[in-house]
């Protein structure tokens, strides 16, 4: 593999390059939109996004829309077998499903979830931009053997790895299932967007065959994960099926396992602002697959109004 020339750009999030683990100030805006009025959320929730670094909102979508969800998610888990390989993830050490990546891409219900008004509005007006679809995934975090998802700031992986200049992105994570204090419901730590952890360890050649199962790399310190929940405490993001997380790239956070007997499915979608499009990686690895990062196709997301009946 051809080495990359020698790197002059400059790195606002530098990270897995120094012997010490670090803490560096967010130089990017939470909330990108100045004005308040016209805002698809009232003040109080725009102010608890930027404050806390993530919302969570029930009722986004009707019961419909939710059982179309529902089943699009068990069909494309019966099917797994038939979707590229490299796009279904197992579970560390067994076979079971964990995840299936570009779900946009290969379901047309989950498209036009992704381009949904009712998400893609909240998307705009945080980012102050138009959008584009950045990664889309379902988890479905198996009833028994579902494994945890260790501490993370999605952005680390994807500046580092994939080439995300700034902090210009979010996720939506929309509940497929009733999320309890049982089956591993996404925890994050209130505030910790605002800082970023600089991480240490050199990023193996193709980490994401690893990663996506069990993340080492890019994985916060213990002394710093602890001041930030020391800081901020723990939220879960409990709540009936259909609750919506909508967090920020930088935002603190992971999941316990699921030792239920049921399964705990969530669908991913992030969303990058048109003017954050990746770039070479700030790291020395080669770009991941486009299923993990979107490289080619930068076009914006055009909203769709109205409620989902059938595609
Ligand atoms: O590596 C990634 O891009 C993914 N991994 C995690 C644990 N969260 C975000 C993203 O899907
Ligand atoms: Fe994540």
Known sequence: MSARPQETRLDLYPSRRGAKPCSIERQDPVVHSAHRQGAPLPPQQICDYERNGFLILEQLFDARELELLQEEAAKLRAASGQIDATLAVAEPGDSSLRSVFHVHEISPLLRRIAHDARLVDLAEYILGDRVYVHQSRLNYKP???GKEFYWHSDFET?????????MRALSVSISLVENTALNGPLMLIPGSHRRYLSC???TPEEHFRQSLRKQEYGVPDPEALTAFADDGGITAATGPAGTVALFDCNTMHGSNGNITPYP?????????????TVEAPFGPTEPRPEFLAERSDFE???AISGPIRSV
């Open 300 to 302: 914006h997301v055009k």
């Open 143 to 145: 009833g028994l053997s």
């Open 264 to 276: 705990r499915s969530n669908l991913f979608i992030v969303y990058n602002s048109v003017s954050n």
């Open 158 to 166: 994807w500046h580092v790895e994939d080439g995300m200049p700034r």
């Open 200 to 202: 240490v360890g050199e």
